[in-house]
């Protein structure tokens, strides 16, 4: 008797092809100086997902993802996310900005700034065509989305890449990091006014009166309890958080990204936290990626999706470089720094497609919008060592200049 294939043994070839298909692209490919394996394993999120496998094998892919699967591997991917974007938050060390903070808050204002106004500008363009903005999007939550979209630095990946560069301990690669922090707190500000629903404001009002009272709780708790007490009692606050805001109105990752930022980094040993977001990444992050690539859409035609990511991309890296070089001159850097703080601010990966995942969750951007922004995303972090290697062999003593 034929034996009848159970959504258990659909969810495991699932993640065999997660794991295994990126991996051998990466390994076998090569591909680690243009594009890391967190890049290539979004890439092959966009290729497993309906637009691609899904249009070239239809029965393929309706066989394995099925909607039981996708459940399955959307409820992997949000503790995924809320992880990493907790980690994120935690990392942030806003005491390094501020002991800076005119140097930090004009390149990084700058920074965000620019690429956010050239963004705007690509998706009120965007408006004059169906097809772009979600059934539930405002027309200034769509611009200012798309725009902040543009704008976003992933800091996490950032990082990634300029260990990969050997300059994340050196001082510019501190400085780099001040810049991306201040970014990454401003990025979710935005998200979280353009989250608002007035509808649901007294539910948002209250959401942060309690976040603010409970964190007074929280950190009186957390510095009289031993470090290994404190990874549990983080982790609960982490889903309580994510919970309150989703209940709110506002997203589960805006949450996530609070119930880090309230943390402290020394509360716990560093080389545990350096371990505990590469384990993050290696295990259960591809699912995330692969969750996203089942996302993306054709809808409008691959023409336009296209052309509309390439639009966006030279958006995004003229806005970034623009600002940059802006923030030099006024601080007096020497030649070739802004070119290379420029190229490495323009990353965009993991932060961005969970900021664009938001935007879709929330029905303000179509999955045709959110397939260019994914585009725009993989292409600029794959720019981004091609770019900034070259620059820093010729330019070594780049690195021991400090602030």
Request: charged share 15%; hydrophobic share 60%.
């Amino acid at each position: 008797m034929p034996h009848a294939i159970t959504t258990t043994e659909l969810f495991l070839i699932a993640m065999v092809i997660i794991f295994a298909v990126p991996y051998l692209i990466w390994r076998l490919g090569r591909t680690d100086y243009f594009a890391p394996l967190v890049v290539v394993q979004i890439i092959t999120g966009i290729l497993l997902g309906p637009g691609v496998l899904g249009a070239i094998f239809p029965e393929y892919y309706q066989f394995i993802f099925t909607k039981d699967v996708i459940q399955s591997l959307n409820g992997v991917a949000w503790w995924a996310v809320m992880l990493f974007v907790w980690i994120a938050g935690i990392e942030l060390d806003l005491g390094e900005a501020w002991k800076h903070r005119r140097e930090s808050s004009i390149t990084a204002g700058l920074a965000l700034g620019t690429p956010m106004l050239f963004g705007c500008g690509v998706a009120a363009a965007m408006l004059a065509f169906d097809g772009w903005i979600g059934p539930k999007g405002l027309t200034w939550q769509f611009v200012v989305g798309v725009g902040m979209a543009c704008a976003v630095t992933a800091l996490p990946i950032l990082i990634l890449l300029m260990e990969k560069l050997e300059i994340l301990r050196q001082p510019i690669g501190q400085r780099i990091l001040r810049y991306a922090s201040l970014d990454d707190v401003a990025i979710w500000g935005v998200l979280a006014l353009v989250l608002m629903d007035w509808q649901r404001i007294g539910r948002q009002v209250a959401f942060i009166a309690v976040f603010s009272l409970a964190c007074v709780v929280f950190r009186k708790l957390m510095v009289r309890i031993p470090e290994r007490d404190r990874w549990y009692v983080a982790l609960f606050w982490l889903a309580a958080c994510a919970f309150g805001a989703d209940w709110s109105g506002l997203h589960f990752m805006v949450g996530a990204f609070l119930a880090g930022v309230v943390m402290d980094h020394h509360w716990f040993d560093r080389d545990k936290m350096d371990t505990l977001r590469h384990n993050v990444l290696l295990v259960i992050m591809p699912v995330f990626f692969l969750s996203t690539g089942l996302r993306t859409g054709w809808d409008m035609g691959g023409a336009a999706v296209f052309v509309a990511a390439a639009a966006l991309l030279l958006a995004q890296l003229g806005g970034k470089l623009a600002g940059v070089h802006l923030a030099g001159r006024i601080l007096k850097w020497q030649p070739g720094e802004a070119s290379v703080i420029g190229w490495l601010l323009q990353t965009k990966a993991l932060i961005m497609i969970i900021f664009a995942n938001v935007l879709l969750d929330k029905q303000i951007i179509t999955s045709a919008t959110f397939t260019a922004l994914l585009l725009m995303a993989v292409a600029s972090t794959m720019l981004t060592v091609p770019m900034v290697a070259p620059k820093l062999q010729r330019m070594r003593e780049l690195i021991s200049r400090g602030a």
